[in-house]
């Protein structure tokens, strides 16, 4: 029994049909789902000085991070105005991260003004396996532009203790 070769859509003609259809769907309908939907990741911020509530705004901002929280340095005032819960000191940060779900620490500080809290917290992320960011520059730039813009696109370099193989 021979079947009709007409009744077998062709390749171009099937393409030209279906391109256009599934265009429209994902820039009408599946861009407008995935911007009403929620951030995806909770994120703990030490530093609430203003590097601290720059970095909470701009994660806010791009909408795919929602700040869980902040930690302090000891000499740190705690301002008022912070726009996520504040949860202590520096120290606290082993308790913090036993009790409070974070998917990354963005440490918000000076490396010069602070370096032996900002060790101990990479220490205590490196311990729990708790990915987390250091800002990348230590100086002011004025003309000078890092070579590869998007491996720093948020002012930090990230960092895992942990290679993530999916199962």
């Known amino acids: ?18 391109w256009p259809a599934a265009l429209f769907l994902r820039l009408v309908i599946f861009r407008q789902l995935s911007e009403r939907e929620g951030p995806l990741d909770d994120v703990l911020i ?5 590097m601290g509530r720059i ?10 991070r929602k700040v869980a ?14 726009r996520a819960p504040f949860l202590g000191v520096t120290t606290d940060l082993e308790h913090i991260l ?15 003004k602070y370096p032996d809290a900002m060790q101990q ?12 960011a250091l800002p990348a520059y230590s100086f002011r730039l004025d003309r ?3 070579v590869a813009n998007r491996a720093i696109a948020d002012g930090y370099i990230h960092y895992v203790s942990v290679d993530v193989k999916p199962g």
């Not at 917290?121 to 987390?132: L, M, Q, R, S």
């Open 1 to 18: 029994m021979l079947r009709d070769a007409s009744a077998i859509p062709r390749v171009p003609q099937f393409l030209v049909t279906l």
């Open 46 to 50: 030490i530093g609430t000085g203003a």
């Open 55 to 64: 970095t909470a705004e701009d994660l806010t901002k791009r909408g795919r």
């Open 69 to 82: 929280g902040f930690l302090r340095f000891d000499d740190e005032n705690r301002p008022d105005n912070l």
């Open 98 to 112: 036993r009790t409070v779900p974070v998917s990354e620490v963005y440490i918000a500080g000076s490396s010069v």
């Open 121 to 132: 917290a990479i220490k205590t992320c490196e311990k729990f396996g708790v990915p987390f």
């Open 144 to 146: 000078a532009r890092p």
